[in-house]
């Protein structure tokens, strides 16, 4: 340990981000979550260069500074995608490959980018196909997690996508041309990108925990900070620095929306996360990652979902059985069949 915390990347107070997350497979399972919180972050903020470039017409100098603006400071501060996001807008390049300084023909290199990812395609890459076959085996729901992935596939296979385009005929986005003060609408989009964020490392941590509970690993979150917090791509101090004091806690965290301060936080930025997907759909915005971390938050803290209709179907046609509300031992109660079955259509003779 003393040699890989001398080589090992240092936080930005000097602290080697290395540690023994575990016995078993425990520090594969903790990197391979890391992975899924990537995807959702790289997929948020995607969706938030194009709203940007898109809906609001701005340039890639303007959005460059944008996410200058919000890497430097507030709840995003210290974010590594934004760093490089905001240097991979600047880049420019000449026709003739060099680095354009020179050239009065020099273009923008992610003008050349073709939108697919075809990493998970052609099977370079499978974290976060795992990601999502763990959170669904072990009962953890990771929406933003797993938007984010659908959002690469689809990507991926260009070809089908642009058969499928002709077809379909959906509308493309189109600018906000109704919107006068662009500063309140940006200020609503970085709240939104903060929340979907801070959803997806409360998606990914409590897989972790889960996963840990299960094979008995004994896993510290504030370990997985502790790596995460330099020479990382999901590496977001802001978000860090709300969450260490969290997990120093003395409690054993399953769900960190019970946390006061993480709740506080996705509930304080919760209407703009809202205005923007009001706001984007309706200029047919692309916006899988940031609706599905809206939807995430109704439902992940509703209290009268549709799966009361959903519930009372199945044990129509399959006799599933129900719990009923208000009652002792079955409201909230535990996970499991409810005791009640109801004959909702008599038998035919």
């Not at 978000?239 to 003395?250: G, M, N, R």
Request: glycine share 10%; proline share 5%; charged share 25%.
């Amino acid at each position: 340990m003393p040699l890989l915390e001398l080589y090992a990347a240092k936080d930005p107070k000097g602290n080697p981000c290395v540690a023994r997350i575990g016995p078993g497979g425990s520090g594969h399972y903790v990197k391979m979550v890391h992975n899924g919180i990537e995807g959702g972050m790289l997929s948020t903020l995607a969706e938030a260069w194009s709203f940007l470039h898109y809906g609001l017409e701005l340039d890639y100098g303007a959005i460059a500074a944008i996410f200058n603006q919000w890497n430097d400071n507030g709840e995003l501060r210290g974010t590594y995608l934004l760093d490089i996001a905001a240097d991979m807008l600047r880049a420019k390049k000449s026709s003739c490959g060099t680095d354009g300084k020179n050239d009065s023909n020099k273009h923008y290199v992610l003008d050349e980018v073709l939108d697919k990812v075809v990493q998970d395609d052609d099977d370079t890459e499978g974290t976060p196909l795992w990601n999502i076959m763990e959170s669904a085996s072990r009962h953890i729901s990771t929406p933003t997690l797993a938007t984010a992935h659908y959002l690469r596939i689809a990507s991926g296979n260009r070809a089908e996508r642009l058969l499928a385009a002709k077809k379909l005929r959906i509308p493309g986005p189109k600018s906000f041309h109704r919107i006068k003060d662009k500063s309140t609408v940006i200020e609503h989009l970085r709240c939104a990108v903060y929340c979907c964020f801070l959803a997806s490392f409360c998606q990914g941590l409590e897989m972790i925990t889960r996963a840990s509970d299960d094979e008995a690993w004994g896993i510290d979150l504030r370990q997985c900070l502790r790596v995460w917090r330099g020479g990382c791509i999901i590496q977001a101090d802001g978000i860090a620095d709300l969450l260490e004091p969290v997990l120093s806690a003395d409690h054993h965290w399953t769900n960190l929306k019970h946390s006061d301060e993480v709740a506080g936080e996705l509930h304080r930025a919760f209407s703009s996360l809202k205005e923007i997907v009001v706001q984007g759909t309706l200029s047919d915005q692309y916006l899988p990652a940031i609706s599905a971390s809206l939807e995430y938050l109704k439902y992940a803290g509703g209290t009268s979902l549709p799966t009361k209709f959903m519930e009372g179907q199945m044990d129509f046609f399959g006799a599933h059985g129900y719990n009923k509300p208000g009652v002792p031992g079955e409201d909230p109660g535990p996970v499991g069949k409810g005791p009640h079955h109801y004959e909702w259509r008599p038998a035919k003779e």
